[in-house]
């Protein structure tokens, strides 16, 4: 086989296994939801799209919520979840959840926070895809450096 033919056909298969991948979209509510960063969420829900299925979008929001902030998210396709504890602590737990599904071959958190980056070491060593997406200011290096795949997001 040529080689081109033989570049074109792994192209190929490349593309169907981004089709046939399932994702779970995590989002860390109160680290990205804020008025200094005006993120378009059905913008990230684009982009995060691009590399496959979502099939789980949750968003973690804390207790001091409004209703018109959840009725919002729930509109827009996420799964709000409020947690009257630390944001992060509920988020990192669903995200084992996810890394263990067997339904799930990506795990996608939406956070600038180190502390997710465990979640992100072990979805790897158990053959997970990891993809972070993230905003400047206050990005971590670390986990923008651990994650497979990193898309930013922009701010409206």
Known sequence: MHRMAMLDKFKELLKSKKKDRNIALLIDGPNVIRKDMRLDLVQVRKAVEKHGTIKVSKIFL??????????AMTNQGFEPIITTGDVD????????VQVYNPHVQAIALMTRDIDFRPVLVKAKEL????IVIGS?????????NTADLVIMAEQR
């Open 89 to 96: 602590v509920t988020m990192a737990v669903e995200a084992m």
């Open 62 to 71: 804390d207790q001091y919520a409004s209703d018109k902030l959840i009725e």
């Open 127 to 130: 053959g997970k895809e990891t």
């Open 136 to 144: 400047e200011p206050g990005f971590s290096v670390a986990l923008r």
